[in-house]
Structures are given as C-alpha cells and as structure tokens.
C-alpha cells in the first residue's frame, strides 16, 4: 500500500514539474516556448498566485473583477429601444455595444498591460493559433485542478487551468474536464462579440464570445511583432529553371506576386511559392500573409546559362548539378563539336554502315523474327558504342538517367551555330546541346534538322501476343521543337549516342516498363503520326505501334 502511494505521489510531483516552466515561485514568469514569432507566454493568469490557479474574471476592455457580468453592466454598452440591436436573453432588453479598438493590447482596456504593467499585454487570436499549431498540448490535472499543458518546440511549457467563463453572478464549467476554460484575446470581433480562446480536453481553439461575459486572461510577453518567415529571401536561378521557397513560418492564407513577371513568375500552393525564371534581370517576389498582413519579400536573380565547353579539346563532361551527379558529355560519339551529328549506329552495333536495315543489322539473321539477346540493357558492355569508342567511364545512357535530366533541367528548344538542337539546362548553370540528328533509314537520312533521337542502354520489354512474340525496339531520347520526351525505335536504324558519366548516387527511378506509357502512335520507323489511338484511324495503311503494341490498319 505505502508504495502504490509512493509511486502516485512520485506521479503528481512529476506532472506537476512537466507542467511548470518556473524558476520560482515569484509569480508571473516570462516562459520562452520556442515559437517561431518569439512570443513568450506567461505562467500564470491575471490574478493567479501561481499557474494552475484560475485568477480573475474581466469582460473584454474591462481591467476590474465585478459581481455581475451582463450587458447592463458591462461598461461599453448601453440600452436602446431599437429591436434591431442585441437582445440580451436575460433582461430580454436590447443594447448597442461600443466599439473601443481593433486590438486593445497595451492599451487602456488592456488588463495585463494595466494589472501587471509595461512588459505585458493581451495575447491577439493570432498568438493562440501560433500556441495550437506549434504545441504538443495534453489534457491533465495539477493539483486537482483540470486544464490544458502546452509544450513548445524546445520542451517548455505553460498551463492553461479550467477556468470556465461567469455570466450574471455565476461561473460556469469551471475545473470541468468538459467544458475547460475561455480566454480573452486582444482582438475585436464584429459588435458584441471579440475574439476568445477555448481549452478542453478534447481540442483548443480560438472563436469569438459576448464580450461582456468574464473570461480569464493569459498575458504574454511585449517586444515581439507577427512575422512572416521564409525558408529563403535570396534566389539565384537560371533562364528556363524553377526553384521553390517554402512559408516556415505563418497563418496559412497568403498571396504572393513578382513586381516583373517578363524575369520571373511566381506560383503559390500550399505553403509552398515555385519560382520560375524567364529572362536574365531581377525581380521581387513578395509575399504577404493575409490574418496578419505582415509580408515578405524574395530577391530573384536571373542569369544565363553558362557556356560548357572550356575549350574545343572534345569531349567534355558537363556537370549539370543533377542530383545523382551523372555528368553528360557535350557532344555525340563521333562528333568533334556540340552542335556536330557525329556517328550513326543500329542499337547495339559499335560501327558506322552504308546501309540501316534489318538485312544488315548483326544482331539478327536478317529480320526482326530471328534477333538475337544481347541483353536487356547494354550499358558498359562490349555493345555500348559509347564504351568502346571512348573508354574510361563513359557509357551509353540510361531511361533512368534520361527522366533525372527531365526531372531537374530546363528545355529549350534552339539553335547553336546555324544548327537546330535541343538544350538542356541544369541547377548548375552548365548546358548540354544535343542537336537535331535526325536517323539514318537504308542509305538515307531523315528527319535532319526537325528531330534529334538518341539511343539508350535499354530495351523495351519483349511481350506476346496470340503466341506472337513482340519485341518492339529499344528506348530513345528524343528531341524536338515541340518537347524533349522518351520513345521507342527498331534496332536496325542509324541513331547517334550522347554519352553519360554515371554518377555515385544512386536515385530512385521508375521500373523501365513503367515508361511504356506514352499514348501517341508511331510507324515502324519510331515517327510519331498520331497524338493518340483515336486519331489513328485516317492513317493509311500499315502496321503501327501504340503503347508499345504494334497493331495493323487495313
């Protein structure tokens, strides 16, 4: 028995220091939560001798107790006989209310300011909505009194006791586990009303009562201002780049707007602002939180990309900053210069022909039915042109590698030294050019100067159909003046290689099958003819691939 009352007792002591954030017991004290605007709370209530006591009842702008609490005598309000204004429900009488401020903190009607002087005031609805959103809170009795604890970010607390509210000469729900305890804010509401803050045991929230009801009043702390906090005021960022600023601090509903949106334009979702940059100049985007009105600004700084090659000593690994640290190289196997085609191989083939068909391609015994498995991904294998040719650690590039460039590059579509290509941009600044190629079909090249395809290491995946097996070509990079995107093509074609250097960080992709997805329609040539299976039907006839099936119009 003696134990089980001295483990209790050991409990009671324990919430009892979990609760107090207190040096002493020289009431009030300044408890320093850790809230992101700096605001600091008091221990205790105006007229509590220590934190779990209730103290003392006001009605809001009123800094003395009374005996009675209704709008006959509440000190900013007066009767009327007009049965438009508020009708009280206990003398059935009608009353106007007088308006006394917007925010009454550290003001005359202040009673923390008036009862405890210059260093206090009345918290704004604001402070208790930073208290909820920032603060683990628990429901729990100190001293046989029931009541909200709060704990901040860097473990203090405050103790919110049950105090319920009074109204005519009683006081209601007060130490009820229930109901809990209301508080005044410093804020006005509309009329009769102002805003309040309510502790219970199932959640604290912050809503507006009849100001002439007695509340209690948790003071806090003067020589702090609502604030707006950003994650970043200063940004650098690249023509055709994006990077986002998040709101670490503030009261969810903002706007944000650049003062030049020709430089740079600025989106908001959430708690998030993406920055996009258009042009080289400046910008500023600003950003206000609408509760508080307080606002915040972002510096942009737009500059060109920066040129990559140091010098013509060809090739060169482009560090264009991508997470996995994969460097690309700034021309094509073969070619002596960014914007030149360079060599034109059939997937898997390390040498250059006169002819791209299947009747030439030596991985199969002259057609598509008879190809041989040289692997489901050629990288760095005896395959990969791109090793061959170059050694070192260069090798031909992966799907996974390719959405990376996607993923954090910005494309555009223009034209280096007369020739029309496709660049990329990457967090870095450094580019990467990778001009319109065009594929080698027989002993012809097509497409020159509209598109530029480029092999990747890796198949598509081999599937049946009625027993047919379907083996519909190897991945590409394909660039053009529309986008940059992913498609497939049969092996035998002429198509140039853009090497990579693999980086040491490995990122999560997608499963190659996963990229199978593209809805449009391609001939057997891997040209896109149709945005889409619906629109193939005025094709004329032939076989076609969709969705990486090849399918047959008559």
Not at 45 to 56: F, I, L, R, S, Y
Not at 347 to 369: A, F, L, M, R, V
Request: hydrophobic letters at 35%; aromatic letters at 14%; one cysteine or more.
């Amino acid at each position: 028995m003696n134990r089980r009352l001295t483990i209790f007792a050991f409990l009671a002591i324990a919430l009892i220091a979990k609760a107090q954030s207190c040096p002493d017991d020289n009431h009030p004290h300044i408890i320093d939560l850790g809230l992101p605007s700096g605001a600091k709370w008091a221990c205790c209530n105006v007229g509590a001798d220590k934190p779990e006591d209730c103290g003392g009842y006001y009605a809001w702008g009123e800094t003395e107790e009374k005996n009675i609490y209704s709008p006959a005598s509440y000190q900013y309000a007066y009767e009327v006989d007009d049965s438009n204004a508020y009708q009280y429900f206990g003398d059935k009488k009608y009353y106007v209310f007088t308006e006394i401020g917007e925010d009454i903190a550290h003001t005359q009607y202040d009673v923390a300011y008036l009862a405890w002087g210059e260093g206090w005031q009345m918290p704004n609805v604001l402070r208790y909505e930073e208290l909820v959103r920032n603060c683990s809170f628990e429901w729990l009795t100190i001293n046989g009194l029931k009541g909200g604890l709060f704990t901040g970010p860097n473990g203090n607390s405050i103790f919110l006791p049950a105090t319920g509210y009074c109204i005519e000469d009683e006081t209601y729900f007060d130490n009820n586990g229930i109901y809990g305890g209301w508080y005044w804010s410093s804020s006005y509401g509309d009329a009769e009303f102002c805003g309040s803050f309510h502790v219970d045991s199932i959640i604290p929230s912050s809503f507006y009562n009849y100001r002439y009801l007695g509340h209690s009043v948790r003071p806090i702390a003067c020589g702090f201002e609502d604030s707006l906090i950003l994650s970043s005021s200063n940004l650098t960022i690249y023509v055709g780049l994006k990077k986002t600023v998040d709101i670490i601090w503030g009261f969810d509903s903002y706007t944000a707007y650049s003062d030049d949106e020709t430089v740079a334009t600025a989106t908001l979702r959430g708690n998030t602002i993406t920055v996009t940059a258009l042009r080289a100049g400046s910008a500023i985007i600003i950003v206000t939180d609408i509760k508080s009105s307080k606002t915040a600004t972002i510096k942009v700084t737009v500059e060109e990309p920066i040129t990559h090659c140091p010098n013509d000593d060809h090739p060169h690994a482009i560090d264009l900053g991508l997470p996995s640290g994969t460097k690309w190289a700034c021309c094509n196997v073969g070619a002596s210069a960014p914007e030149a085609n360079g060599g034109y191989y059939a997937w898997g083939e390390t040498e250059e022909k006169d002819i791209y068909d299947w009747s030439t391609y030596i991985h199969c015994d002259g057609n598509d039915e008879t190809l041989h498995d040289i692997g489901g991904d050629i990288a760095n294998s005896q395959y990969d042109v791109a090793h061959v040719k170059w050694d070192g650690n260069w090798q031909i590039p992966s799907i996974g590698q390719v959405q990376e460039l996607f993923d954090n590059c910005a494309y555009l579509w223009t034209t280096k030294d007369g020739i029309s290509g496709g660049q990329f941009a990457g967090p870095s600044g450094n580019t990467i050019f990778l001009p319109s190629s065009g594929i080698r079909l027989l002993g012809d090249l097509y497409y020159e100067s509209t598109y530029g395809i480029y092999w990747l290491s890796e198949r598509m995946p081999i599937y049946s159909i009625g027993g047919l097996e379907i083996n519909p070509g190897a991945y590409t990079l394909a660039v053009s003046s529309e986008n940059a995107e992913m498609a497939n093509f049969e092996y035998f074609l002429g198509i140039p290689i853009r090497p990579v250097i693999e980086g040491t960080t490995k990122i999560s992709l997608p499963k190659p099958s996963e990229y199978n997805q593209d809805p449009a329609v391609y001939n057997l040539y891997g040209i896109k003819v149709a945005d889409n299976i619906e629109r193939a039907s005025s094709l004329p006839p032939g076989i076609y691939i969709a969705g990486g099936k090849k399918f047959v119009i008559k």
